[in-house]
Each structure stands twice: as structure tokens, then as C-alpha cells.
């Protein structure tokens, strides 16, 4: 099984920026071979699909409330998937998480039974 740890979060200003960290791992998990995802989760509400990459990175998808500000990406050979928030909103605030499946289409449902800790962010003045 993947683990997952994720890292980066904290209290930004609104239109500040802030980049996630998602390190996996797992004695069968071959990172090279899936593609990634990051999901958040706000107060009082259910966990929404971010943005998902493929295992090469040559394709990306995103939710459209972030199309634009975020940028997911991917370090294969550290075996690490990024989020790259910029123009950071209030509504932005959550508890992030990432993940991955078999495809991508699977992924952005977002209905894996295994989840990270994840890492909070918080965008206030």
C-alpha cells in the first residue's frame, strides 16, 4: 500500500502564494507508473478534486475554481508530486490531500479508501 505524506501548508495572506509537498512511498508502489492528484476538504464540506497529473506530467487537469492560480506538477525521481498556489483566496482554505489511483479518471473521483494526514492551509488577512 502508498503512503502519503504531505507537507507545505500554513497561514498565507490573501494573493500570497504557498507550494505543497507530496512525498509517497510504499515497498510495491512504483511512483513512475500513476498518476497523482490533489484533493482539499474546507470546513463543513465534503472533499473536492483539485488537480490530477499524469505519471509522465504531460497531462493535467483541474477544477475550475483553480484553473490558472494552481499548478500541479511532479518530480519522478524524488518521488514527490507538487501543488504551486498562487493568488490565494479565502475559499481556498482547506485541508489538502493527495492521492493516487489506477487512471486518471478513477482519481478524480476521489473515492479511495486510504488517505494521507494531509496539510492545512489557510488564506486570511
Known amino acids: 500500500q502508498v503512503q502519503l505524506v504531505e507537507s507545505g501548508g500554513g497561514l498565507v495572506q490573501p494573493g500570497g502564494s504557498l507550494r505543497l509537498s507530496c512525498a509517497a512511498s510504499?515497498?510495491?508502489?512504483?511512483?513512475?507508473?500513476?498518476?497523482m492528484g490533489w484533493f482539499r476538504q474546507a470546513p463543513g464540506k465534503e472533499r473536492e478534486f483539485v488537480a490530477v497529473?499524469?505519471?509522465?506530467?504531460?497531462?493535467?487537469y483541474y477544477t475550475d475554481s483553480v484553473k490558472g492560480r494552481f499548478t500541479i506538477s511532479r518530480d519522478n525521481a524524488k518521488n514527490t508530486v507538487y501543488l504551486q498556489m498562487n493568488s490565494l483566496k479565502p475559499e481556498d482554505t482547506a485541508v489538502y490531500y493527495c492521492?493516487?489511483?489506477?487512471?486518471?479518471?478513477?482519481?478524480?473521483?476521489?473515492?479511495?479508501?486510504?488517505w494521507g494526514a494531509g496539510t492545512l492551509v489557510t488564506v486570511s488577512s
Open positions: 497529473i499524469s505519471w509522465s506530467g504531460s497531462t493535467r
Open positions: 510504499g515497498r510495491t508502489f512504483s511512483f513512475t507508473r500513476y498518476p
Open positions: 492521492n493516487t489511483e489506477d487512471s486518471i479518471s478513477r482519481l478524480r473521483k476521489g473515492d479511495m479508501d486510504y
